[in-house]
């Protein structure tokens, strides 16, 4: 079972995760955003629906994934080319799109400013 863990990631935990990669340390797989405002631009509610159909369910076209969600191929394709961009899905050059992963790990603290 793949998880992935997402969440706010600074600089800092950036510099850590590669750190520990570089000594061949395992720390799980992650998809980090510079802040919580990014966090929840990016991953709306209807995207968060479309991660969770896509889950463990190898790559699928965007018809193929309007169809599973009863949405229009077009807020589907765009939703898709977003999640894309911020790198929360994987798109291959035959235009399928897949989120390899079975269960996801939301973690974030939010501080005083």
Known sequence: MRIVH???AGFEDMVQD????FRGEYRGEHIG??????MH??????RWDMLKA?????????RELARVL???VKSTHGDVTALAKAGVIDRAEDGSVEFPYDEIHVNFIVKAA
């Open 54 to 62: 896509m889950m463990g369910q190898g790559p699928m076209g965007v």
């Open 6 to 8: 997402i969440g706010i």
């Open 18 to 21: 590669a750190e520990a990669a």
């Open 70 to 72: 009863d949405r229009d």
């Open 33 to 38: 955003f510079i802040s919580l405002g990014l």
């Open 41 to 46: 631009k990016i991953l709306t509610p209807n």
